[in-house]
């Protein structure tokens, strides 16, 4: 008989965020592997016709809560759905800060196999009461997935069970045949993609422009991403005279994604950590333009360390280090056919289908 895999997610597609794409994928792949897979995840739009169109097409079975004008209704019906779901599956996976609170509550009444994955924010709070909640709800699982040794690390001193399993990425789909060129201004173009945020890092590179300018008078900044604090990063662009130097394109659809990403000559990323903990717990963005023959530059001191194969897929910095900034724009520069064949493999080696078997192998052992 198959084994039944439950996961519970806080976030999930056609929605955008990291951990729902990773739920997704784990999904897609334990069902590709035979596993018989329902999947717990919120509804996340008012008017949700997208999602459950989404939703019919999986090879699996989605179970979604409700959005309700009372959140504490809602948490309450996910509790519920998550039991009764409990009751039919041989192990539950729970990804996410709630869908953690919620398994580790669950699974103290409903005795099961269960696998905790952490991405990073939701190990690293500043409060002492959301720590204290996730600790011991951490505690309560037979095992924990960490996606970068930085998240491991974060947990390293509850003495918990520990493996880590970096993100992987379909690279068939993040595949550089037959796509059409963007034609970006600048030269070099680096890129970064992600919600425009202090977190990301978009920031963070603006500051470095007025330096990056005297070696490079050409280069171009392009910021591709919903953009929450364009406006603010702006106007400090401005105040530091480079705001031609900078394009924000806002949300894009996949077409022009994948176009602007092969007309890049540098996918950078120079995260920051959030004043209440949010932070980057590995950078799946950095390895879906290394598909695309793309060397990425990221920060020291996040989940992006095991995102870049250092001086192969790119280089991790100091994000503060503009002298060191230059310098690897031009290594990269100088070597780019050695940095995009790299960036290629080093992307293949986080094919799902290669990812998915570490998963499996600790799934068989779990009891």
């Given at each position: 008989m198959n084994k039944k895999i439950l996961i519970v997610t806080s976030e999930f597609p056609p929605q955008p965020g990291g951990i729902g794409n990773h739920a997704y994928n784990l999904g897609l792949y334990l069902s590709k592997n035979q596993f018989?897979?329902?999947v717990i995840a919120d509804q996340?739009?008012?008017?949700?016709d997208q999602e459950k169109q989404f939703d019919a097409k999986l090879p699996f079975l989605v179970k979604r809560t409700q959005l309700k004008n009372i959140r504490l209704f809602m948490y309450f019906d996910r509790v519920f759905k998550t039991i009764k779901a409990l009751k039919k599956n041989d192990l539950v996976i729970a990804t996410g800060k709630f869908s953690l609170w919620n398994v580790a509550w669950c699974i103290r009444f409903l005795k099961r196999p269960s696998l905790a994955v952490i991405h990073g924010t939701e190990v690293n709070f500043k409060s002492f009461g959301l720590t204290a909640v996730t600790n011991w709800a951490l505690k309560q699982f037979t095992q924990v997935i960490a996606v970068s040794n930085y998240t491991k690390d974060l947990v390293s001193h509850l003495n918990l069970k520990v493996t880590v399993i970096p993100n992987g990425i379909n690279t068939v789909v993040w595949n550089k045949d037959h796509l059409e060129c963007q034609e970006l201004k600048g030269y070099p173009v680096l890129t970064t993609v992600?919600?425009?945020?202090?977190?990301?890092?978009?920031?963070?590179?603006?500051?470095h422009l007025p330096e990056l300018i005297r070696d490079f008078p050409e280069i171009h900044y392009h910021c591709i991403g919903i953009p929450t604090e364009a406006e603010d990063f702006m106007n400090v662009a401005r105040s530091l005279g480079v705001e031609s130097f900078i394009t924000f394109h806002g949300a894009v659809n996949d077409k022009f994604l994948k176009a602007a990403l092969v007309a890049t000559d540098i996918f950078v990323m120079l995260s920051t950590e959030s004043i209440t903990?949010?932070?980057?717990?590995?950078?799946?963005?950095?390895?879906?333009?290394?598909?695309?023959?793309?060397?990425?530059i990221g920060s020291k001191g996040c989940g992006i360390e095991d995102a870049i194969k250092q001086n192969y897929s790119g280089f991790?910095?100091?994000?503060?280090?503009?002298?060191?900034?230059k310098v690897t724009?031009?290594?990269?520069?100088?070597?780019?056919e050695f940095f995009r064949l790299n960036s290629i493999t080093w992307a293949q080696s986080h094919d799902w289908n290669i990812i998915i078997e570490n998963y499996i192998g600790i799934i068989s052992c779990v009891r």
């Open positions: 018989e897979v329902t996340r739009a008012a008017v949700n992600g919600r425009v945020s202090s977190r990301k890092g978009q920031l963070e590179v603006i500051k903990g949010d932070v980057e717990g590995f950078g799946i963005a950095i390895l879906e333009a290394n598909a695309l023959g793309v060397p990425a991790v910095i100091d994000r503060a280090d503009s002298e060191t900034f724009i031009s290594k990269i520069l100088k070597a780019q």
